[in-house]
C-alpha cells in the first residue's frame, strides 16, 4: 500500500528565509504527487501538482517542488517564506482508482510558524 | 476550479446522535470523496461516491456508521451515525476537476460530539 512521510511535524523560520518541506513516499509505480496547504480554519488548497514530466514543478504563491524518483521525494521550497505562509502543509500521493480517477494518501502534515 | 461548500460549517453533538453533512459542488462532478480530519492529524478517506451508486468505503469505515447519499451530480451527503466522542474530526469532501484532474476541497465541517 501507498503510503507518505513528512518527517518535519514542526518547522519555524524567519520571515524572508528560505524553506525546504520534506516529503518521501512509497508507492510501487510513479506516482501522482501533490502539495496542500492548509491555514487555520480554511480548507485545503491545492499549492502545486506532479503528474509526469518536468520533475520541477511551479505552483502558486511562489512555491515549487521537484520530484526525485531515486530518492522518493517530492520536497517542497520557497526561497523567501511570508508571514503569510504560516499554515499546515501536506504531502499527498495520488493512487489510480480506476478510469481518470485517483485516491489520495495523505502525509500527517508539516506546520509552518514565522518569525518576524 | 470548483466552488464546493458545506454545512454546517460546525456542530456540537450529544453521543448517540447522528449528524448529515451535506456538499454542494458548483458544477457536475463524477468522483466525490469524503476525508475526515482527527484533531492533530492528517487526512483519512472514508469513501469514494459515485451518482447512482453505492459509496465505496475504504479499509476501517462502514456504511451502517458513515451512509452516504449521492443522488445527483452536484451533491453529496455523509451521515456520521450514533456518534461517540472519537468522531469528534473535522469533515470534508472534495471533488476531482479542472484541467489536471485535480482535487479541490471544501471548508471543512468541525464536528465536536460531547
Known amino acids: 500500500a501507498q503510503s507518505v512521510t513528512q518527517p518535519d511535524i514542526h518547522i519555524t523560520v524567519s520571515e524572508g528565509a528560505s524553506l525546504e518541506l520534506r516529503c518521501n513516499y512509497s508507492?510501487?509505480?510513479?506516482?501522482?504527487l501533490f502539495w496542500y496547504v492548509q491555514s487555520p480554519g480554511q480548507g485545503l488548497q491545492l499549492l502545486l501538482k506532479?503528474?509526469?514530466?518536468?520533475?520541477l514543478v511551479q505552483g502558486i504563491k511562489g512555491f515549487e517542488a521537484e520530484f526525485k524518483r531515486s530518492q522518493s521525494s517530492f520536497n517542497l521550497r520557497k526561497p523567501s517564506v511570508h508571514w503569510s505562509d504560516a499554515a499546515e502543509y501536506f504531502c499527498a500521493v495520488g493512487v489510480d482508482s480506476g478510469g481518470s480517477n485517483y485516491k489520495l494518501t495523505f502525509g500527517k502534515g508539516t506546520l509552518l510558524t514565522v518569525n518576524p | 476550479s470548483a466552488v464546493i461548500s458545506q454545512k454546517p460549517s460546525r456542530d456540537i453533538c450529544q453521543r448517540g446522535t447522528s449528524l448529515t453533512i451535506q456538499c454542494q459542488v458548483d458544477?457536475?462532478?463524477?468522483?466525490m470523496f469524503w476525508y475526515r480530519q482527527q484533531p492533530g492529524q492528517s487526512l483519512t478517506l472514508i469513501a469514494t461516491a459515485n451518482q447512482g451508486s453505492e459509496a465505496t468505503y475504504e479499509s476501517g469505515f462502514v456504511i451502517d456508521k458513515f451512509p452516504i447519499s449521492r443522488p445527483n451530480l452536484t451533491f453529496s451527503t455523509l451521515t456520521v451515525s450514533n456518534m461517540s466522542p472519537e468522531d469528534s474530526s473535522i469533515y470534508l469532501c472534495?471533488?476531482?476537476?479542472?484541467?489536471?484532474?485535480?482535487?479541490?476541497f471544501g471548508p471543512g465541517t468541525r464536528l465536536t460530539v460531547l
Open positions: 506532479y503528474f509526469s514530466g518536468d520533475t
Open positions: 472534495s471533488v476531482e476537476g479542472g484541467l489536471g484532474n485535480e482535487q479541490f
Open positions: 458544477s457536475q462532478v463524477t468522483m
Open positions: 508507492y510501487g509505480a510513479t506516482p501522482y
